[in-house]
């Protein structure tokens, strides 16, 4: 009983885990992958759509399709709509792919990427990239007031495609033993990378007001969060 019952609670910890890492960051995101969702569903219908002419077309010819015709008409509309729903899956944006992406979808892009970190992130870095999908939630609407060419819109991406996955990844590099670990500077690998994301985080909210307030001629993110360095010599032990 004892046994089962250790089972039933782990099984139950692991869905509410799945559950807490599959929730959206932000309407965005969310958004995103609604419209992803709506395409699959579309195609299920067309493939439905289309067995169903099929096998009335058969039908009309043969006098009926029978028993067996049904059967299969049954099975290709379940394949099809399985296929449909599954394939093709939602590609993540890489850093790379948010440096070039329009303006328009950035937000929700970096919001996607920074959901699938989240399962190898602390707890306490994770509730930081929650309030990040707050605030690129709120820049998303200011981000449609730049022009594509401009640099205002350069440092945003920058922002969101360089500065935020090398913190990120910097911080995965080191082992997972040495993350909880002081370095030489007196903070931890998992402390560094929350005053790190606490710094963007802080950053996109200067960003939204300075655009808000029509400041993009003088619009330039500042490098403060490229001093969360790790500690080099802590990563070599």
């Not at 870095?125 to 939630?137: E, F, P, R, T």
Request: charged content about 25%; glycine content about 10%; hydrophobic content about 40%.
């Amino acid at each position: 009983m004892t046994e089962t019952s250790d089972q039933i609670m782990l099984g139950a910890n692991r869905a509410l885990q799945d559950a807490r890492y599959n929730r959206s960051i932000g309407q965005r995101s969310e958004s995103l992958k609604r419209g992803h969702f709506m395409k699959k569903l579309g195609r299920a219908a067309l493939v439905t759509g289309a067995v169903l002419v099929g096998a009335a077309v058969v039908g009309g010819i043969l006098n009926g399709i029978g028993f067996w015709g049904v059967m299969i008409s049954a099975g290709l509309i379940a394949g099809g709509i399985w296929a449909a729903m599954k394939y093709p899956q939602m590609k993540i944006p890489t850093p790379q792919t948010l440096v070039q992406s329009d303006l328009k979808t950035l937000a929700g892009k970096t919001e996607i990427w920074l959901e699938s970190q989240r399962p190898a992130l602390p707890a306490p870095a994770v509730k930081i990239v929650n309030s990040i999908g707050v605030q690129l939630d709120m820049l998303s609407p200011q981000l449609q007031k730049l022009d594509e060419t401009e640099p205002a819109a350069y440092e945003v991406r920058k922002l969101m495609g360089e500065h935020l996955p090398e913190l990120i990844s910097g911080y995965r590099a080191i082992p997972a033993s040495m993350r909880g670990k002081a370095s030489d500077s007196g903070k931890s690998p998992d402390e560094q990378l929350v005053s790190g994301l606490s710094l963007i985080e802080k950053e996109i909210s200067d960003v939204t007001r300075q655009i808000a307030k029509g400041d993009i001629d003088n619009l330039s993110i500042r490098g403060r969060y490229l001093e969360m360095k790790y500690d080099k010599t802590g990563e070599a032990e």
